[in-house]
């Protein structure tokens, strides 16, 4: 028969080995976990380095419809001169200057201007027979909320241009960019001001209040809306490790 002593070296050793297991398992878990998200980080900064994202996407590098004739092609911010500058950012302003002015943040010129021509900013631009910039989108692939993340920082169509398909046209190249380098999702954000974005998102393309924008209680003026891409079967995608919970 054993001892009350034995029972209770029986019982604390059941809890040492309990512990260490536990230990051991959380830290095998922060591990994985860890090397998902480098992994996570290197599959997009690979996308990032992409020179040009149209080149296996040719049928949709031109656009003609709506008594428009447009040429699309993939730049990276860095390689803009001056004159590429200004007209975007001609663009941005002409647009969206007025609902800055009466958003939270404000209209910071210099902090616009930055974050347009950012390293990591990367371009579609849609440009006329002439050479004029009739619309744009800034992307950039990230990690967001634990995943990979095509984000559309801006799509800007000059005034010129627009009633005529040309920012649903830009929004389908990006899901197809998105699906061609096995990205989860799309994601974009839009001022709670600007009703006829918000249709346009989510009425007319699909797109839904992502999971990771402000709630109520965080009294912010914007929201962050979301499309989940198809996934690409041909794409070797980081895995998620088991019990690594995303809120999307």
């Given at each position: 028969?054993?001892?009350?002593?034995?029972?209770?070296?029986?019982?604390?050793?059941?809890?040492?080995?309990?512990?260490?297991?536990?230990?051991?398992?959380?830290?095998?878990f922060r591990k994985q976990t860890n090397d998902y998200?480098?992994?996570?980080?290197?599959?997009?900064?690979?996308?990032?380095?992409?020179?040009?994202?149209?080149?296996?996407?040719?049928?949709?590098?031109?656009?003609?419809?709506?008594?428009?004739?447009?040429?699309?092609?993939?730049?990276?911010?860095?390689?803009?001169?001056?004159?590429?500058?200004?007209?975007?950012?001609?663009i941005f302003e002409q647009n969206m200057r007025e609902?800055?002015?009466?958003?939270?943040?404000?209209?910071?010129?210099?902090?616009?201007?930055?974050?347009?021509?950012?390293?990591?900013?990367?371009?579609?631009?849609?440009?006329?027979?002439?050479?004029?910039?009739?619309?744009?989108?800034?992307?950039?692939?990230?990690?967001?909320?634990?995943?990979?993340?095509?984000?559309?920082?801006?799509?800007?169509?000059?005034?010129?241009?627009?009633?005529?398909?040309?920012?649903?046209?830009?929004?389908?190249?990006?899901?197809?960019?998105?699906?061609?380098?096995?990205?989860?999702?799309?994601?974009?954000?839009?001022?709670?001001?600007?009703?006829?974005?918000?249709?346009?998102?989510?009425?007319?393309?699909?797109?839904?209040?992502?999971?990771?924008?402000?709630?109520?209680?965080?009294?912010?003026?914007?929201?962050?809306?979301?499309?989940?891409?198809?996934?690409?079967?041909?794409?070797?995608?980081?895995?998620?490790?088991?019990?690594?919970?995303?809120?999307?």
């Amino acid at each position: 028969m054993s001892s009350r002593s034995d029972s209770n070296n029986n019982s604390t050793s059941n809890k040492n080995y309990r512990s260490r297991d536990k230990k051991e398992k959380k830290k095998a878990f922060r591990k994985q976990t860890n090397d998902y998200l480098c992994a996570l980080e290197q599959f997009c900064r690979r996308a990032q380095n992409v020179d040009n994202m149209l080149e296996n996407l040719k049928p949709f590098s031109t656009y003609n419809k709506n008594d428009l004739t447009l040429t699309l092609s993939y730049m990276k911010s860095e390689l803009f001169d001056d004159s590429v500058r200004d007209e975007i950012f001609l663009i941005f302003e002409q647009n969206m200057r007025e609902m800055y002015e009466k958003s939270d943040v404000g209209w910071i010129r210099k902090e616009k201007w930055e974050e347009l021509f950012d390293s990591d900013a990367r371009y579609i631009l849609a440009r006329g027979e002439d050479g004029l910039l009739h619309g744009f989108v800034h992307l950039r692939f990230v990690v967001e909320d634990n995943q990979d993340v095509l984000y559309c920082y801006e799509i800007q169509v000059n005034k010129i241009s627009q009633s005529k398909g040309l920012g649903t046209f830009m929004m389908k190249v990006l899901e197809l960019i998105a699906f061609y380098n096995g990205f989860s999702k799309i994601m974009l954000t839009v001022f709670d001001i600007n009703e006829e974005a918000k249709v346009f998102y989510k009425n007319k393309l699909g797109y839904v209040v992502d999971p990771f924008s402000p709630d109520e209680e965080e009294e912010c003026d914007y929201e962050i809306v979301s499309k989940v891409i198809k996934n690409n079967p041909k794409i070797d995608r980081p895995k998620l490790p088991e019990g690594l919970t995303l809120t999307s």
